[in-house]
C-alpha cells in the first residue's frame, strides 16, 4: 500500500522554464512534508519542507505547495537549471509517535539546456 | 568533514550466504536508519535505531538484522541473503528524530547488492 506516490516516474523540462513535480498521500495523519534530491552514485539529501500548517514555502528557486483537502504537493523550481538534473523524492511524516519517514516512489528531472 | 559512510559500495553475493553492509557516522547522531530503493517502490524503511540499544522494525525488515552496539555504527545483516534481497541500500543518520530536525537525515552513498 503506496502511501505516498508520485506518479510521474519522469519528467523532462527547458532549461529555464519552470518544473513542477507532483505528490499525492493518502495518510491523513501526515502532517510534515519534505523533498528530497538524488543524484546518481550518491545518497538523498534534503531539499525544502513544509508543515501543515502552511500551504507555502520557498526557498530561493524552490517553492513546495500543500494543498490539504486534496492530499497533495507540488515541488515548483523556477527557473530550472541543468544542475537540477536528479531523481526527487517526496517524504510525509507524522507527528503522532511515528519516527519514520515514509517516501514516494520518485520523479526522474531531466533539464534539457 | 560530517559524513555517514557506507561499506561497500558495491557487492555481488550468493543465495544463501551471510553478509554485513556496514554503515558509521562521524556526527553523533542519536537515530540511524536503513533504507532500500527499488525501482517503481520508492524508498522503504527495513529498520531504525532511536539510540544505543534501541532498535525498531521499519516497512520492510523481513530477511534483515541489525545492531546498535555502538553510537556511531550501524550494521546491517544479511543472515541468509535470497534475490529478492537485491537492491540499492541507504544508511541515514540524524541528531534526533522529532518534527524540528528531522530534515536533518544524512544519508550515506549507498550500497548496490546483487545476490545471485
Known amino acids: 500500500d503506496q502511501q505516498v506516490k508520485q506518479n510521474s516516474p519522469s519528467l523532462s523540462v527547458q532549461e529555464g522554464r519552470i518544473s513542477i513535480l507532483n505528490c499525492d498521500y493518502t495518510?491523513?495523519?501526515?502532517?510534515?512534508f519534505l523533498w528530497y534530491k538524488k543524484y546518481p552514485a550518491e545518497g538523498p539529501t534534503f531539499l525544502i519542507s513544509?508543515?501543515?500548517?502552511?500551504d507555502k514555502n520557498e526557498d530561493g528557486r524552490f517553492t513546495v505547495f500543500l494543498n490539504k483537502s486534496a492530499k497533495h504537493l507540488s515541488l515548483h523550481i523556477v527557473p530550472s537549471q541543468p544542475g537540477d538534473s536528479a531523481v526527487y523524492f517526496c517524504?510525509?511524516?507524522?507527528?503522532?509517535?511515528?519516527?519514520?519517514?515514509?517516501f514516494g516512489t520518485g520523479t526522474r528531472l531531466t533539464i534539457i539546456p | 568533514e560530517a559524513q555517514v559512510t557506507q561499506n561497500p559500495r558495491y557487492l555481488i553475493t550468493v543465495t544463501g550466504k551471510k553478509l554485513t553492509v556496514t554503515c558509521s557516522q562521524n556526527?553523533?547522531?542519536?537515530?540511524m536508519s536503513w533504507y532500500r530503493q527499488d525501482p517503481g517502490l520508492g524508498l522503504r524503511q527495513i529498520y531504525y535505531?532511536?539510540?544505543?540499544?534501541?532498535?525498531d522494525k521499519g516497512d520492510v525488515p523481513e530477511g534483515y538484522k541489525v545492531s546498535r552496539k555502538e553510537k556511531r555504527n550501524f550494521p546491517l545483516i544479511l543472515e541468509s541473503p535470497s534475490p529478492n534481497q537485491t537492491s540499492l541500500y541507504f544508511c541515514?543518520?540524524?541528531?534526533?528524530?522529532?518534527?524540528?530536525?528531522?530534515?536533518?537525515?544524512?544519508f550515506g552513498s549507498g550500497t548496490q547488492l546483487s545476490v545471485l
Open positions: 541515514a543518520s540524524s541528531p534526533r528524530w522529532d518534527i524540528a530536525t528531522n530534515e536533518k537525515l544524512f
Open positions: 495518510n491523513s495523519m501526515f502532517d510534515y
Open positions: 513544509i508543515s501543515s500548517i502552511k
Open positions: 517524504a510525509s511524516l507524522s507527528n503522532f509517535g511515528n519516527e519514520k519517514l515514509t
Open positions: 556526527m553523533n547522531h542519536e537515530y
Open positions: 535505531s532511536m539510540n544505543v540499544e534501541v532498535t
